[in-house]
């Protein structure tokens, strides 16, 4: 059975994939591979392809995504399925470039959770009863990585290469799967990487935002198990 590798959000580690670990663990091996020790895409991808099996299924979510289309970027051929989640295929946005720099200041001056509480974990999650859970993990896991990581990815996601035409090329089994309230990542971004995909599978799952494979992890992981069996 094909391994499946797993690539976690910006500030997230493998608790972002609870859910999706139990679920898949015991019929398949599941590999986690952090994105935290480098200050660019490609190196992160680097560091990914050298620990990861020779042929696997890979799936990730917001900045893991970034970093599994570079992963295809730089080794097509190591990839047997693609599963892109809550994320974006384009260049950063000049107005999401200038905003970099003062959260870095702020995460260097010791910061990190004021920006974690008041910039982006506003815009994570769909209201309901298990948000003020989620946004708690979110924000452990945030400070367990600590500022120099927030640092690193910060500075490899502003300096993103567009990857779309790297999606134009991709021929495996292709899901592309997003929350419908997803405010960091819209709908139109996946209907974009959908159209770029040839065959691809789109799924917008519903009462989630830009975590749902925290969020409504029951109809994530069946969207993932149809990818993984397709």
Known sequence: MTPLVLLPGMMC???LWGPQIAAFGAGRAVHLAPISAHATMASLADEVLAHAPPRFALAGLSMGGVVAMEVLAQAPGRVERLALLDTNPRAELPEVRARRGPQIEQARQGALRAVMRDEMKPNYLVDGPGKGAILDLCMDMAMDLGPEVFVRQSLALRDRTDRQQVLRGVTVPT????GREDRLCPIERHELMHGLVPGSRLEIIDGAGHLPVL??????????RRWLEE
């Open 13 to 15: 580690d493998g608790r």
């Open 175 to 178: 899901l592309v799967l997003c």
């Open 215 to 224: 969020e409504q992890p029951a109809r994530t992981n069946a969207a993932l």
